[in-house]
């Protein structure tokens, strides 16, 4: 298995976004990604000038600006027709904002895009989709589903209905062990469509009872089973540690890049 780039979500941090990234570099990770639908980092919050600077500061720290972060709130979701259009619009302008800042990937958390009995892909959701990936193609970006309520077989059912080359799946093996599903399972079968890996534990749950969150090494995610499963599948990108839960998130991203070189025998 070859040499592997770690890198975190700078909101795990809980800092700012100038100190958060700053202390990724410190901490010895490679790459990393932030949320930028709200915030400081919000389109809206970030002139053309602002851009280029956030550009340069985070590269000079040596870091690999991997993905933005286009998670919406719970209300807005692809399938309702009543909030999906507002999904696009707020997608098209971080999209936008990840073509000024040079950064290849847009992902975003989706819960399950098909329908519950039949298995039939949303249309409602496709449709939104096919506008998304309109406008990442004009962007110069990826987007990339980060699944959980789709099983492996119904994802791969929806990304060839859609048939878009610029949406793409950003796997957390995590997020589709808590609510039920194999992420064996999509690298598997899909495997050539993941662009960018998400690594973090939980135990397992399903579609009614999800399951929680862990630090890594203690849930029920085969850590080393779904590297060896990426790496076969000949994906070469970074793996982005998450720490979304947890009173001492810096001291547990710490400990999980020490648990992954450890298992890999990279120290």
């Known amino acids: 298995m070859t040499?592997?780039?770690?890198?975190?979500?700078?909101?795990?941090?809980?800092?700012?976004?100038?100190?958060?990234f700053t202390r990724a570099a410190e901490l010895g990770f490679r790459a990393v990604e932030v949320a930028t639908v709200a915030g400081e980092l919000a389109p809206a919050n970030l002139?053309?000038?602002a851009r280029r600077h956030l550009s340069r500061f985070v590269r000079a720290l040596g870091l690999d600006f991997t993905a933005l972060v286009g998670d919406m709130p719970a209300r807005l979701r692809l399938t309702?027709?009543?909030?999906?259009?507002?999904?696009?619009?707020?997608?098209?302008d971080v999209l936008i904002l990840a073509r000024d800042l040079r950064v290849p990937i847009v992902t975003t958390s989706v819960s399950a895009l098909t329908h519950p009995g039949t298995g039939e892909p949303s249309s409602h959701a496709i449709d939104a989709l096919r506008q998304i990936a309109d406008d990442a193609d004009r962007t110069g970006t990826i987007f990339a589903l980060r699944p959980a309520g789709d099983s492996a077989e119904r994802l791969a059912r929806l990304l060839d209905d859609l048939n878009c080359p610029a949406v793409r799946i950003c796997l957390d093996p995590a997020a589709m062990v808590m609510s039920g599903q194999d992420p064996g399972a999509v690298l598997t079968s899909a495997a050539d469509q993941v662009v960018l890996s998400h690594l973090r534990d939980g135990t397992a749950g399903s579609s009614e009872h999800a399951g929680a969150e862990t630090a890594l090494g203690e849930g029920e995610v085969d850590l080393l089973g779904h590297l060896m499963l990426l790496d076969v599948g000949e994906y070469h990108g970074p793996h982005i540690l998450r720490?979304?839960?947890g009173d001492r998130p810096e001291g547990d991203l710490q400990a999980a890049k020490e648990y992954v070189e450890s298992l890999l025998g990279q120290e």
Not at 3 to 20: A, S
Not at 80 to 87: I, L, R, S
């Open 47 to 49: 002139t053309h000038s």
């Open 80 to 92: 309702d027709p009543a909030t999906n259009a507002e999904v696009v619009d707020r997608l098209r």
């Open 243 to 245: 720490r979304r839960c």
């Open 3 to 20: 040499d592997l780039k770690l890198g975190i979500d700078i909101d795990d941090l809980r800092l700012d976004p100038r100190r958060g």
